[in-house]
């Protein structure tokens, strides 16, 4: 699904950096999510998007920032990294049908 | 909020079995449940899905059963093959007005020839 496009694929930054993870759809869907995978947690909803310029927060937002200029990207912020935010981020949209697409993950690791 | 459980945690099945993963949910409101499978460092991908109208939905070898008295809905998988291995997610969408999803927390299928 190129469609959904993130970046980057792998990202290593020391604690206390701020990091932007890229997330970008070509489909012009309203809704956008950002979900945290980790061992034993499966996905976590940290933050999503009904349209632009509307944000709120899911289950994990803390530590997190994000933004909806565009319909089509959804950057999410790591305003000051920690070791507990080391994990794979998907982003995801949703179509027609409330199916989601997600994008192939950014796996971050917070040294 | 809505809570998803999911069992077991990982599954393991011969070639040609057939495997079962279940799901519960608490909000009795929920509208939505659809199954992902997620391969090895890949992405999450949809395989089925079904609405609370339905009690039950096939698609070849792959079937999901809901039983909103019980708020309950399994995935089956029949005449399992290698490439069914994966991490299998249950997910449920609380009638919220908005349609984020709550997943469980996984089942790793294996299945061995």
């Known amino acids: 699904d190129a469609g959904i496009t993130q970046s980057p694929r792998y990202k290593i930054t020391e604690t206390g950096r701020q990091v932007t993870l890229m997330c970008h759809q070509t489909?012009?869907?309203?809704?956008m999510f950002w979900y945290r995978q980790d061992l034993g947690h499966g996905l976590r909803l940290i933050y999503y998007?009904?349209?632009?310029?509307?944000?709120d927060k899911g289950e994990v937002p803390d530590g997190y920032v994000v933004s909806r200029s565009k319909t089509e990207n959804f950057p999410l912020t790591l305003e000051s990294a920690t070791r507990s935010q080391t994990s794979v981020y998907f982003c995801a949209s949703m179509g027609q049908g409330n199916g989601y697409t997600f994008g192939s993950g950014t796996r971050l690791t917070v040294v | 909020g809505e809570n998803v459980e999911q069992h077991p945690s990982t599954l393991s099945v011969q070639e040609g079995d057939s495997a079962v993963i279940k799901c519960t949910y608490s909000?009795?409101?929920?509208?939505?449940f659809p199954w992902y499978k997620q391969e090895l460092g890949k992405r999450p991908q949809l395989i089925i899905d079904?609405?609370?109208?339905?009690g039950e939905k096939k698609d070849q070898r792959i079937a999901v059963t809901l039983n909103k008295t019980a708020k309950h809905f399994s995935l089956h998988i029949t005449e399992t093959q290698p490439e069914d291995s994966a991490v299998y997610f249950c997910?449920?969408?609380?009638?919220?007005?908005?349609?984020?999803?709550?997943f469980g927390t996984g089942t790793r299928l294996l299945v061995s020839p």
């Open positions: 489909w012009s869907h309203s809704y």
């Open positions: 909000d009795s409101a929920s509208n939505y």
């Open positions: 079904i609405r609370s109208n339905v």
């Open positions: 998007s009904a349209a632009a310029d509307i944000t």
């Open positions: 997910a449920a969408t609380p009638n919220t007005g908005f349609q984020k999803l709550v």
